[in-house]
C-alpha cells in the first residue's frame, strides 16, 4: 500500500491542495466544507454545491488517485464505516488480520505509523498559532471531552491550569454544560476532544460556543468529528491500533507537544505561578517529605 492510500480523503484533498487549479480549489474547499456529507451526493449535485461543472469533478478525483467518481465515493463509504464501527467490530477485524508477530511489536509499529502520518498532517505554522493563542491570558480557556476523551481533556486541563489563569474543564455531565455557556464570550477559547462515534452534546455545544464568539481549538481523528466545521483550529490525528478501542498515543503526544510550547512561550508567568503552587503544597502538606 502507497503512503497516498493510507490518508482518508479529507486528507488527501488537503495534501493535494497545492496542486490543483483555481477551479479545482474551489471544489475542494466545498467538499471540505462540510465533509463527508458535502461528497455524498451525485458528482452532479457535489459540483452544483461548488458552482463547478461535473468534468471538474472528474478531473480532480482522478488528481486525487481515484479511477473516478464512483471510486471515489466507494472510499468514501468505507470511511464511514471505519467511523462508526464499534469496539467488537474493530477486535473482530484487527484478529482475522494479525499476524504472528508479538502484540507489543504490532502495537508499536501502528502507533509510529499513526504518529508519522499524523505529523506530516500538521503545518508547523499552524501549530505555532495555536500555541500563541493558548498562551494568551486576555481570554478564557475552556476544555471539553467526551466519554473516552474525557482523560485527555483531564491531562490537558491539569497542565494548563498550572501554566496559566483562566483555565475551566467543564463537567462530566452535559447536562450542566450550559451553565458554563454563561461564563464563556466573545474571544474565548474552547479546546475540545472528539473522535469517532462522535458525540452529539459535543458537537451541539461546540456549534453554541462559536455562536457565541468563542475560538474551538479541536482535536480530532484522521476521519474528523462534525464539530470541525465550527472550529477554528482542527488537528486530525491518527488513532487506529491493534485492539477494541483507538489509541490515544497521538493525541496525547501532540497534547503535551502543546502544553511544552505553551510553558516556554509563558515561562516568566508559569515560574512565578509554579513557586506559588509548590509553596502551596508545602502548607497544605500534599506530599511526604522526606527529611
Same mark, same amino acid.
Given at each position: 500500500?502507497?503512503?497516498?492510500?493510507? #490518508?482518508?480523503?479529507? !486528507?488527501?484533498?488537503?495534501?493535494?491542495?497545492?496542486?490543483?487549479?483555481?477551479? !479545482?480549489?474551489?471544489?475542494?474547499?466545498?467538499?471540505?466544507?462540510?465533509?463527508?456529507?458535502?461528497?455524498?451526493?451525485?458528482?452532479?449535485?457535489?459540483?452544483?454545491?461548488?458552482?463547478?461543472?461535473?468534468?471538474?469533478?472528474?478531473?480532480?478525483?482522478?488528481?486525487?488517485?481515484?479511477?473516478?467518481?464512483?471510486?471515489?465515493?466507494?472510499?468514501?463509504?468505507?470511511?464511514?464505516?471505519?467511523?462508526?464501527?464499534?469496539?467488537?467490530?474493530?477486535?473482530?477485524?484487527?484478529?482475522?488480520?494479525?499476524?504472528?508477530?508479538?502484540?507489543?511489536?504490532?502495537?508499536?509499529?501502528?502507533?509510529?505509523?499513526?504518529?508519522? #502520518?499524523?505529523?506530516?498532517?500538521?503545518?508547523?505554522?499552524?501549530?505555532?498559532?495555536?500555541?500563541? =493563542?493558548?498562551?494568551?491570558? !486576555?481570554?478564557?480557556?475552556?476544555? &471539553?471531552?467526551?466519554?473516552?476523551?474525557?482523560?485527555?481533556?483531564?491531562?490537558?486541563?491539569?497542565?494548563?491550569?498550572?501554566?496559566?489563569?483562566?483555565v475551566f474543564r467543564l463537567g462530566a455531565n452535559p447536562?450542566?454544560?450550559?451553565?458554563?455557556?454563561?461564563?464563556?464570550?466573545?474571544?474565548?477559547?474552547?479546546?475540545?476532544?472528539? &473522535?469517532?462515534?462522535? !458525540?452529539?452534546?459535543?458537537?451541539?455545544?461546540?456549534?453554541?460556543?462559536?455562536?457565541?464568539?468563542?475560538? &474551538?481549538?479541536?482535536?480530532?481523528?484522521?476521519?474528523?468529528?462534525?464539530?470541525?466545521?465550527?472550529?477554528?483550529?482542527?488537528?486530525?490525528?491518527?488513532?487506529?491500533?491493534?485492539?477494541?478501542?483507538?489509541?490515544?498515543?497521538?493525541?496525547?503526544?501532540?497534547?503535551?507537544?502543546?502544553?511544552?510550547?505553551? #510553558?516556554?512561550?509563558?515561562?516568566?508567568? =508559569?515560574?512565578?505561578?509554579?513557586?506559588?503552587?509548590?509553596?502551596?503544597?508545602?502548607?497544605?502538606?500534599?506530599?511526604?517529605?522526606?527529611?
Amino acid at each position: 500500500m502507497t503512503e497516498k492510500t493510507t #490518508q482518508t480523503l479529507a !486528507e488527501r484533498i488537503r495534501t493535494s491542495f497545492d496542486d490543483l487549479t483555481p477551479t !479545482e480549489r474551489k471544489l475542494a474547499n466545498s467538499m471540505l466544507q462540510n465533509y463527508p456529507v458535502s461528497c455524498l451526493s451525485s458528482i452532479t449535485g457535489v459540483a452544483a454545491a461548488a458552482e463547478v461543472s461535473t468534468p471538474t469533478v472528474v478531473r480532480m478525483v482522478k488528481k486525487l488517485g481515484f479511477a473516478g467518481f464512483p471510486d471515489f465515493q466507494n472510499t468514501l463509504h468505507s470511511e464511514l464505516e471505519e467511523q462508526i464501527t464499534n469496539p467488537i467490530a474493530k477486535f473482530n477485524r484487527w484478529s482475522e488480520n494479525a499476524s504472528d508477530t508479538h502484540i507489543l511489536n504490532r502495537f508499536t509499529e501502528t502507533v509510529i505509523k499513526n504518529l508519522d #502520518q499524523s505529523l506530516k498532517q500538521i503545518d508547523p505554522n499552524h501549530f505555532d498559532e495555536v500555541v500563541k =493563542t493558548l498562551s494568551s491570558e !486576555e481570554h478564557t480557556l475552556h476544555i &471539553v471531552g467526551g466519554r473516552i476523551t474525557s482523560s485527555l481533556a483531564d491531562y490537558f486541563f491539569n497542565h494548563m491550569q498550572m501554566i496559566r489563569k483562566g483555565v475551566f474543564r467543564l463537567g462530566a455531565n452535559p447536562s450542566r454544560w450550559p451553565h458554563y455557556l454563561l461564563n464563556m464570550g466573545e474571544g474565548d477559547l474552547l479546546v475540545a476532544f472528539d &473522535v469517532r462515534r462522535y !458525540e452529539e452534546n459535543l458537537l451541539t455545544f461546540c456549534k453554541i460556543a462559536k455562536s457565541r464568539g468563542v475560538r &474551538v481549538i479541536l482535536l480530532t481523528d484522521q476521519w474528523g468529528s462534525p464539530a470541525a466545521k465550527y472550529s477554528e483550529h482542527v488537528f486530525n490525528l491518527r488513532i487506529e491500533a491493534p485492539s477494541a478501542w483507538d489509541s490515544s498515543v497521538v493525541p496525547l503526544f501532540i497534547l503535551e507537544a502543546i502544553i511544552s510550547a505553551v #510553558q516556554t512561550e509563558m515561562w516568566d508567568e =508559569t515560574k512565578d505561578r509554579m513557586k506559588d503552587l509548590e509553596a502551596l503544597f508545602d502548607e497544605t502538606k500534599l506530599f511526604k517529605k522526606f527529611i
